[in-house]
């Protein structure tokens, strides 16, 4: 026997007779392969797949008891591919030698490389690692020749930096988050805002709401309309936030930032960062209400005597103006034993239906 010795694996060629004399032999002209776990030990009961150096498969199975698998040749080919669960030879074999008996097939396959499974996935790795690298590296490129023409649908919120770097655009978005986190902390460290202060307003009171009617035809508008981030509904939402609606701006903040951020390029991730902070320093609601998501929950089993921090985060937001967070906890409050508290929920409800079209 011809002993092939590809690290940890022992890999032979039967010799014991031609392939077409076994009686389970396929009927397409072949060769086994013996495979060893270790010297004298078969390698009994192990997936393999047998293919051209190109992918395509001409054989798969399992090793029978005493370690064979099957392999045949491709008409044209001399490099091939055998496969287990945890190596992999690549072995060139001359077509000439298929026809051969077993002794002068041996002399015809050559062992050009073998690698562990765990060596190919590295591999793979590294490789989307050097794509991924190559792709983050045009997307600099082409964010510092969009930041440089600023004629990008939301060039009205500002010049950027010329160049992005994940240290500036990351310092610059945990800033902000930061100071939004620790408003809601400090708002909720006397315990919260009281609910039965709630007044309802009018969007005209928190801010500037012209082309009102463009903000309320994109909030009903379909998901499929709302999620293409192009035609006239998105121009017109667009417009509405150049001319300064608040309304306008917080829903284009809505979606982009709904987006995933693969989906999204450097220069409108960073524009997402200038929504936030101008929402922040108009103290828009909605904002609060969008962080009041992650805020984690205390110990409590009343709503009505120990409050969870985020509906407190939520209430604080309602109370801001956000109609979103109106019209959640004015569900839960107008379910509360407290008449006071009921009251203010039925409020709250009230204000969000009278103001807040119906997202489908």
């Known amino acids: 026997m011809l002993k092939l010795l590809p690290r940890k694996t022992l890999?032979?060629?039967?010799?014991?007779?031609?392939?077409?004399?076994?009686?389970?032999?396929?009927?397409?002209?072949?060769?086994?392969?013996?495979?060893?776990?270790?010297p004298g030990v078969p390698q009994d009961?192990?997936?393999?797949?047998?293919?051209t150096v190109g992918g395509k498969q001409l054989a798969k199975g399992v090793t029978k008891a005493d370690g064979r698998a099957y392999l045949k040749g491709e008409?044209?080919?001399e490099n091939y591919v055998l496969k287990t669960v945890s190596t992999r030879w690549q072995l060139k074999v001359a077509a000439r030698c298929w026809q051969d008996a077993p002794e002068t097939f041996v002399g015809c396959v050559q062992?050009?490389?073998?690698?562990?499974?765990?060596?190919?996935?590295?591999?793979?790795?590294?490789l989307a690692e050097e794509q991924k690298e190559v792709k983050m590296q045009?997307?600099?490129?082409a964010y510092a020749v969009q930041a440089r023409a600023n004629d990008d649908a939301l060039a009205w919120l500002g010049r950027l930096p010329s160049n992005w770097t994940i240290d500036s655009y990351g310092a610059r978005l945990l800033r902000i988050g930061d100071k939004v986190a620790a408003q809601i902390a400090g708002a909720l460290k006397e315990g919260g805002p009281d609910a039965r202060q709630f007044v309802c307003r009018a969007p005209d009171y928190y801010g500037p709401v012209p082309e009102q009617a463009a903000v309320n035809a994109w909030m009903a508008a379909p998901r499929a309309v709302r999620g293409a981030r192009s035609g006239p509904a998105w121009d017109a939402l667009v417009a509405a936030g150049k001319k300064g609606n608040w309304m306008a701006r917080l829903e284009l903040y809505y979606t982009l930032s709904s987006e995933n951020v693969s989906e999204l390029s450097l220069l409108e991730q960073y524009r997402i960062v200038q929504l936030m902070e101008w929402l922040q320093q108009k103290q828009v609601g909605g904002l609060y209400s969008y962080f009041s998501a992650s805020m984690p929950a205390a110990p409590g089993n009343s709503r009505s005597d120990s409050w969870r921090i985020q509906d407190q985060a939520?209430?604080?937001?309602?109370?801001?103006?956000?109609?979103?967070?109106?019209?959640?906890?004015?569900?839960?409050?107008?379910?509360?034993?407290?008449?006071?508290?009921?009251?203010?929920?039925?409020?709250?409800?009230?204000?969000?239906?009278?103001?807040l079209p119906q997202r489908q």
């Open 45 to 51: 009961d192990d997936p393999y797949t047998w293919s």
């Open 314 to 355: 939520t209430l604080y937001a309602a109370m801001l103006g956000s109609y979103d967070g109106q019209n959640s906890q004015g569900r839960i409050l107008q379910a509360d034993a407290a008449p006071s508290l009921a009251a203010a929920g039925k409020r709250m409800r009230a204000c969000a239906e009278a103001y």
């Open 138 to 141: 045009a997307n600099i490129a």
């Open 111 to 126: 062992l050009s490389n073998t690698t562990s499974r765990y060596e190919e996935e590295q591999e793979v790795i590294k």
């Open 11 to 38: 890999l032979t060629l039967s010799l014991l007779s031609p392939l077409s004399h076994a009686a389970d032999a396929p009927a397409t002209a072949g060769h086994y392969l013996i495979l060893y776990a270790a």
């Open 75 to 77: 008409t044209g080919e």
